[in-house]
């Protein structure tokens, strides 16, 4: 997990597609228990975690009828209240 937190935290700040609203990169940084909770849904307790587990997960979120994808390899996609769902991130009781 330090290694995902360090790679996150290096990221430069690119203003998102949403939510809507103005985002500072200042308010942009994740917290470490919103870091956490990234990890153990990407990794689902694993110690470890692959590009092809990682890609699955992030798939698992989608809502997309089309689970194929463009290629025949999943989703190609995850839309912000797919992946705010899938963290138990509120105000979801919305969606």
Request: charged share 20%.
């Amino acid at each position: 997990i330090a290694s995902l937190i360090s790679e996150i935290a290096s990221l430069a700040f690119e203003m998102p597609m949403g939510p809507r609203g103005n985002l500072t990169p200042e308010q942009a940084t994740p917290s470490a228990a919103a870091l956490e909770a990234f990890w153990s849904y990407l990794a689902a307790d694993a110690a470890t975690l692959s590009v092809e587990a990682m890609r699955a997960r992030l798939q698992d979120m989608s809502s997309d009828e089309d689970r194929g994808g463009a290629v025949g390899e999943g989703p190609d996609f995850v839309v912000w209240k797919d992946f705010a769902k899938a963290l138990g991130a509120p105000p979801f009781e919305r969606w």
